[in-house]
Structures are given as C-alpha cells and as structure tokens.
C-alpha cells in the first residue's frame, strides 16, 4: 500500500538535494506480476551524486536503477524499467522473488510546477493521489478528492478512479483508457496508533509502531512517563482518558496497556466511543471482561482483541512489542497472521 508518510520522506530527501543543487529521479513501482520484494506504489529517490534514500527491492535492482536514473537526470526523460526476475541466467542473482517488476524512473526539476504541488499536497493532512500516463504524457493530482493539478488532456474515468481510491485501501495500479495506460498512486496518512499507558513496556512499541509506518499518540496522566524524551516523535496527551473527546481519536487502533485497572476502563470507555478499528488489551482475558463489565460491555461492543498481540512464546517488553505490532500490521493489511510456510506467492 502507498503511504504518505514515504511520500514525505522521499520529498524531503528530494528538497535537500536540490539544496544541494544537484538534480533527482522519484522512483516509483507501478506494476508487479508475481511475487516481489515491495509492491505498487513503493518508492526512493536517487540523486545526481549516487546517494539513494528508499528501496524497491531486497538491494538486488537499485544497481542498476542508478544506470537509469543518471540518463534520466541527464536527457530530461522518464524511463520505463522492466525486470523479469525469472530470467536467472540474465542476473545470475538468484534473487528470491521469482516476479516481473515495472518500475518508472521519474526525474525532479526543482521548477518544475507538478512536482512543486505534489510535495506541497504531501504536507496536507488529506489523501494525495498521483496520476501520471506512463511512460510520459498527461499528469494530475489530487488532494482530498480535489483535483489541484492538471496538465495534458484528462480521462474523466482516470480522475474518478483517484477520487474512489482515495475512499478504500487499494494499492497503486496502471489504468487503461482510451488506449493509454496511466498510473494511479493515491498515498494516505500512517494509521493512527493510541497506546494507552506510557510505561516502560511502551516505549518499544511505540518505537516498532512508528518504523512500521503508524502514527502515534500516548494516552497517560503521568508528565513524568508521558513525555518526548521516552517516545520520541509521538504525540501526547498528558490527561486523563475520560476527559478527552473522542472525536479527536477517531479510526484508530487501540492497545490498552496502563497496569492500573482504573485508567484501562476509562481508556476501554474511550476507545469503544472512538469508531475504533482495533482495540487490544493487555493482559489476561478474565481481567479484561471484568473491566468490561464495570463499563456495562462485552467483548462484542468492539474489535476487541484481549489478550493482545500474537502467540509468539513474548516474554520481555521487546517480544511483548513485536506479538503487539504483529497483530496490529495483520488487521492493518487484512492478513490472517498465518505462516507464509508452502504459500506460493508471499503477497495475494
């Protein structure tokens, strides 16, 4: 899936390039058959120097990307790159995602006014879809349903497929219209994690979370506990959970982890009036229907999932994180958390 907050990432990687005043390529992937490392919308940046910020691959293709990328800064135009990662006697790699790869290489005029709106949309707090006819052509973009760029003659049913997009959680895609084919990527913001607790078991969850592309707030009284120094880049709400509105945490996932039963009920109350999309309670199960009880729930007034996390044998904080953020990347993507052991494709 396209994230905004990677978009922000490679647009600001860009910007200091040019401050730099050294020329970039946006890369971009925009079509896989099979399996591979990263999917449609993943995307890095390469500048004029050879630095590279981002991924597409396991480190296999980068190489020679880099080949493309420094033409493309050269003569101005975007390149195509096509990578049959069967074809072994052609890379002699043995690289383990045995798919087809179609990945754009885009160069970054520091004037150039698509790209000046693009990163400027990234900075909103609304959905960004870009769409792009491939391998050169008409460009547009989106922002929040609204179209605030155009250049070149639009498809209409091009357009509306970036405004549908922007309501579901759909990858990138080509589209094809009236015999062209046009690039879809609608990039939405990090999923919104509340940890309720800031205790010492949440700080490498919150951590995890954050690397895992969520945005987080820590819910907890404590200023002590519940300051930057402990979680660094997560938003705070330095309150009580009953003194805040719902509305401010709305469609976010839940873990409730305050060892003190008091401020698990209230943040269970919270959470439940939240349209919540996951709720995780920390702890064992009778101790969470007792709290649900004092609250007059059940385990069926939300997407409650207690005890928390996956059964991965935690013991310490760090393993407790990873079960957590398992099971929150699982509902995330739609997953079941099953072994990928004899699955033909690692990604459906």
């Not at 905004?4 to 050294?22: C, N, P």
């Not at 693009?118 to 909103?124: E, I, Q, R, V």
């Not at 709400?237 to 982890?257: G, R, S």
């Amino acid at each position: 899936m396209s994230r905004l907050l990677e978009a922000r990432a490679i647009a600001a990687r860009i910007k200091e390039v040019f401050a730099r005043g050294q020329s970039a390529c946006l890369l971009s992937i925009t079509s896989v058959v099979g399996s591979a490392y990263r999917q449609p919308g993943a995307k890095m940046m390469i500048a004029e120097d050879e630095s590279m910020y981002g991924t597409l691959s396991g480190g296999c293709l980068e190489g020679d990307l880099l080949n493309y990328a420094l033409e493309a800064m050269s003569d101005g135009r975007p390149r195509l790159c096509k990578y049959d990662l069967r074809e072994n006697e052609l890379w002699s790699l043995g690289i383990g995602c045995k798919g087809m790869v179609e990945i754009m290489v885009w160069p970054v005029r520091k004037d150039d006014p698509f790209y000046q709106s693009l990163f400027d949309a990234f900075d909103g707090d609304y959905p960004v879809t870009m769409v792009m006819e491939l391998p050169i052509g008409s460009r547009a973009i989106l922002s929040g349903g609204n179209l605030i760029y155009a250049e070149g003659p639009l498809v209409p049913e091009v357009i509306e497929c970036g405004r549908l997009r922007e309501k579901t959680r759909t990858r990138a895609e080509c589209v094809t219209a009236e015999q062209k084919t046009y690039y879809v990527d609608t990039m939405r913001k990090p999923e919104h994690l509340v940890i309720c607790g800031a205790g010492h078991d949440a700080i490498p969850l919150c951590g995890m979370a954050q690397q895992a592309g969520f945005a987080v707030t820590i819910l907890d009284p404590r200023r002590a506990f519940n300051q930057a120094e402990r979680f660094p880049d997560a938003n705070h709400q330095v309150t009580e959970a009953d003194t805040v509105d719902p509305a401010t945490l709305n469609d976010a996932f839940w873990v409730v982890m305050n060892h003190h039963q008091a401020r698990d009920e209230a943040s269970i109350a919270l959470a439940v009036r939240a349209n919540p999309r996951y709720i995780g309670v920390l702890g064992p199960l009778s101790r969470t229907r007792e709290m649900l009880e004092t609250q007059q729930l059940s385990l069926t007034d939300g997407p409650f999932h207690a005890p928390v996390g996956l059964d991965l044998g935690s013991e310490t904080v760090e393993e407790v994180a990873v079960s957590i953020l398992s099971e929150l990347m699982a509902v995330r993507s739609g997953r079941n958390a099953a072994p990928l052991h004899a699955r033909e494709k690692v990604h459906d």
